[in-house]
């Protein structure tokens, strides 16, 4: 199973402010929805409820929500433990690519552990005013697999682009 983290982050490391997205692009939420519909999506609670919840759980996607709180209820999705056991339930059921949807905690629990096979990044060609970052990442570990540029329009505040990263696997 390829164990996949997505995220829009901004030219300084900015992934939210206040518990929630700092822009407001479209395309990068069609972009998100056709990536990890059909997967397992694997998010943080307090991730999970900045998502608004008309939206939760995520249609079409396993959600599984990743908490300390033992009675932690989240209706239409499965509580999680940790990020371990959730790939572990995403892999026993037989899927082939898992999604770590975010926030910052854990994003940076599977970076710093090793856990991310492949990064969907939407970068925002911006510098925006946040309080949570993405993790660094180191460009030594990791090889360019695509890229799409998308220019700032009437719906886009700020240009991104879509950019794909795999792991370099060091034998």
Same mark, same amino acid.
Request: hydrophobic fraction near 40%; avoid cysteine.
């Given at each position: 199973?390829?164990?996949?983290?997505?995220?829009?982050?901004?030219?300084?490391?900015?992934?939210?402010?206040?518990?929630?997205?700092?822009?407001?692009?479209?395309?990068?939420?069609?972009?998100?929805?056709?990536?990890?519909?059909?997967?397992?999506?694997?998010?943080?609670? &307090?991730?999970?409820?900045?998502?608004?919840?008309?939206?939760?759980?995520?249609?079409?996607?396993?959600?599984?929500?990743?908490? &300390?709180?033992?009675?932690?209820?989240?209706?239409?999705?499965?509580?999680?433990?940790?990020?371990?056991?959730?790939?572990?339930? /995403?892999?026993? /059921?037989?899927?082939?690519? /898992?999604?770590?949807?975010?926030?910052?905690?854990?994003?940076?629990?599977?970076?710093? &552990?090793?856990?991310?096979?492949?990064?969907?990044?939407?970068?925002?060609?911006? =510098?925006?005013?946040?309080?949570?970052?993405?993790?660094?990442?180191?460009?030594?570990?990791?090889?360019?697999?695509?890229?799409?540029?998308? =220019?700032?329009? =009437?719906?886009?505040?700020? /240009?991104?682009?879509?950019?794909?990263?795999?792991?370099?696997?060091?034998?």
């Amino acid at each position: 199973m390829i164990v996949s983290a997505i995220a829009a982050v901004a030219d300084n490391g900015i992934i939210g402010r206040d518990g929630d997205l700092p822009w407001h692009l479209p395309d990068d939420m069609a972009y998100f929805q056709r990536t990890t519909r059909g997967h397992h999506v694997i998010t943080g609670r &307090k991730n999970y409820e900045s998502i608004p919840p008309k939206y939760r759980p995520l249609k079409g996607r396993v959600n599984l929500v990743v908490t &300390k709180d033992p009675g932690y209820d989240a209706p239409g999705a499965v509580v999680m433990s940790s990020v371990e056991e959730a790939l572990e339930r /995403a892999r026993n /059921a037989g899927e082939d690519e /898992a999604f770590i949807i975010g926030g910052g905690q854990i994003y940076a629990h599977a970076m710093a &552990k090793g856990l991310v096979d492949r990064i969907y990044l939407t970068l925002v060609h911006a =510098e925006v005013a946040g309080d949570t970052r993405f993790p660094l990442l180191d460009p030594a570990e990791w090889t360019e697999r695509s890229r799409q540029r998308h =220019e700032a329009d =009437e719906r886009h505040i700020h /240009a991104f682009s879509f950019v794909v990263l795999d792991r370099r696997h060091v034998p």
